[in-house]
């Protein structure tokens, strides 16, 4: 939505102001309707993303019994016998029909009238609140609050006491939940450097991968089997994740034919599942990094004879490589705590973050869970700092938490 708004043709805003029309009926009849793609597409992103998520109807939904796909899917997984394999197989691709049905209701909403604006847009005017502004800003604070920083604390405080329900005072301070988790608790130890190696190297795996195939998308020429590549990149993002690991369990259940190679019940499987689902978040900056760059540097050295691997050696890449490396550290902070795909992929050895915690909290050991949330917290935190560190070398919109 926001980058809808960016892209607002300001002349049709002015020129509505100047006829007369206040500020009510230039939303409703000059913002709305231009806003109508984006806001659809945010819609149907939103809607995707809830259909397939685990973590949540998980930690929330399972100890009142109430289950939604993903977390059914869980349970007839975990129950295991003879029919396991088919059920989850009939219900992953239950989810996989209502998530393409959102998809397919965005694209036919969105091509139900023509959107597109024959202009060149000036940059965006600040839109001043008057009097206004104390109260917007009031709700913007007390929205901050309600969705990060009363969960936060209530981490912060739960990982800080003996457990869950101890009044926090200088008494009943305690490290130990941290200690535990670090150095005590096998399981909790290999989930951090399982996590961590397996979001570094899919990580590695896209950014070397994103920038030639962000090159062929965006200076391709956009034929047909450029399209195609281009939706097989982003279709396992789109999909719900417990598609796709139901998807990669079925595909490795036997070794890789020809090579023999074992991936079922190995980490190898969820750097599978994460190689692919999360490729499109590092190609998406490259192609933006692409879009930006001045092409004729490109040519002149095609120009001079240079080949095609020095000229990506030599230019291509430096110029776009900040873009794909800050796509490469969203994966990483990504994939860091993902659950979704991993509570389904993983195996004795191969824990993560997402499951050792998920553990933890149906056990009711919400002080371990806390404590290694908030140590995931600083991760990313830390990661976001140093992402923020190269913004001044970045395109423009390819840090989300960043103008």
Same mark, same amino acid.
């Given at each position: 939505?926001?980058?809808?708004?960016?892209?607002?043709?300001?002349?049709?805003?002015?020129?509505?102001?100047?006829?007369?029309?206040?500020?009510?009926?230039?939303?409703?009849?000059?913002?709305?309707?231009?806003?109508?793609?984006?806001?659809?597409?945010?819609?149907?992103?939103?809607?995707?993303?809830?259909?397939?998520?685990?973590?949540?109807?998980?930690?929330?939904?399972?100890?009142?019994?109430?289950?939604?796909?993903?977390?059914?899917?869980?349970?007839?997984?975990?129950?295991? $016998?003879?029919?396991?394999?088919?059920?989850?197989?009939?219900?992953?691709?239950?989810?996989?029909?209502?998530?393409?049905?959102?998809?397919?209701?965005?694209?036919?909403?969105?091509?139900?009238?023509?959107?597109?604006?024959?202009?060149?847009?000036?940059?965006?005017?600040?839109?001043?609140? $008057?009097?206004?502004?104390?109260?917007?800003?009031?709700?913007? =604070?007390?929205?901050?609050?309600?969705?990060?920083?009363?969960?936060?604390?209530?981490?912060?405080?739960?990982?800080?006491?003996?457990?869950?329900?101890?009044?926090?005072?200088?008494?009943?301070?305690?490290?130990?939940?941290?200690?535990?988790?670090?150095?005590?608790?096998?399981?909790?130890?290999?989930?951090?450097?399982?996590?961590? =190696?397996?979001?570094?190297?899919?990580?590695?795996?896209?950014?070397?991968?994103?920038?030639?195939?962000?090159?062929?998308?965006?200076? $391709?020429?956009?034929?047909? =089997?450029?399209?195609?590549?281009?939706?097989?990149?982003?279709?396992?993002?789109?999909? %719900?994740?417990?598609?796709?690991?139901?998807?990669?369990?079925?595909?490795?259940?036997?070794?890789?034919?020809?090579?023999?190679?074992?991936?079922?019940?190995?980490?190898?499987?969820?750097?599978?599942?994460?190689?692919?689902?999360?490729?499109?978040?590092?190609?998406?900056?490259?192609?933006?990094?692409?879009?930006?760059?001045?092409?004729?540097?490109?040519?002149?050295?095609?120009?001079?004879?240079?080949?095609?691997?020095?000229?990506?050696?030599?230019?291509?890449?430096?110029?776009?490589?900040?873009?794909?490396?800050?796509?490469?550290?969203?994966?990483?902070?990504?994939? &860091?705590?993902? &659950?979704?795909?991993?509570?389904?992929?993983?195996?004795?050895?191969?824990?993560?973050?997402?499951?050792?915690?998920?553990?933890?909290?149906?056990?009711?050991?919400?002080?371990?869970?806390?404590?290694?949330?908030?140590?995931?917290?600083?991760?990313?935190?830390?990661?976001?700092?140093?992402?923020?560190?190269?913004?001044?070398?970045?395109?423009?919109?390819?840090? %989300?938490?960043?103008?």
């Amino acid at each position: 939505v926001r980058a809808g708004l960016r892209k607002l043709p300001r002349e049709l805003v002015e020129a509505a102001r100047a006829t007369g029309a206040g500020w009510p009926r230039v939303v409703a009849t000059v913002v709305l309707p231009l806003m109508t793609p984006s806001i659809v597409a945010a819609a149907a992103l939103a809607f995707v993303s809830c259909v397939g998520n685990f973590g949540i109807p998980a930690f929330l939904g399972i100890p009142a019994n109430y289950l939604v796909l993903p977390t059914l899917i869980y349970q007839r997984l975990a129950g295991g $016998g003879p029919a396991a394999l088919g059920e989850t197989a009939f219900l992953s691709v239950l989810i996989g029909v209502i998530a393409i049905a959102g998809i397919l209701a965005q694209e036919t909403v969105s091509r139900r009238r023509d959107y597109r604006v024959a202009s060149v847009s000036l940059p965006a005017e600040p839109y001043e609140l $008057g009097r206004w502004r104390m109260p917007v800003e009031a709700c913007m =604070w007390l929205f901050a609050v309600l969705v990060l920083a009363m969960p936060l604390l209530g981490l912060a405080l739960t990982s800080l006491v003996s457990g869950y329900g101890v009044v926090l005072s200088a008494a009943t301070a305690t490290l130990d939940n941290y200690r535990f988790v670090l150095f005590e608790h096998a399981a909790a130890g290999r989930a951090f450097v399982n996590s961590v =190696w397996l979001s570094a190297l899919a990580a590695t795996f896209a950014v070397v991968v994103a920038v030639p195939m962000g090159y062929l998308v965006a200076w $391709g020429g956009g034929g047909r =089997w450029i399209r195609l590549l281009s939706l097989a990149v982003e279709l396992p993002y789109a999909l %719900p994740g417990v598609v796709l690991a139901i998807a990669a369990l079925l595909l490795f259940l036997r070794p890789v034919p020809l090579v023999g190679l074992q991936l079922y019940n190995t980490p190898w499987i969820i750097l599978y599942a994460y190689m692919a689902r999360f490729l499109v978040l590092a190609l998406r900056p490259a192609v933006s990094g692409y879009h930006q760059i001045d092409r004729a540097l490109e040519e002149a050295a095609q120009v001079a004879g240079a080949g095609l691997f020095t000229r990506m050696r030599t230019i291509v890449f430096p110029l776009v490589a900040p873009a794909a490396i800050a796509g490469g550290l969203l994966i990483f902070m990504t994939a &860091l705590g993902e &659950l979704t795909v991993s509570a389904l992929l993983w195996s004795s050895g191969s824990e993560t973050i997402g499951v050792v915690m998920f553990s933890f909290e149906q056990g009711g050991d919400s002080g371990y869970a806390a404590a290694m949330s908030m140590i995931t917290v600083a991760l990313t935190f830390a990661l976001m700092l140093l992402a923020s560190l190269l913004a001044p070398y970045l395109p423009d919109g390819v840090l %989300p938490w960043r103008d």
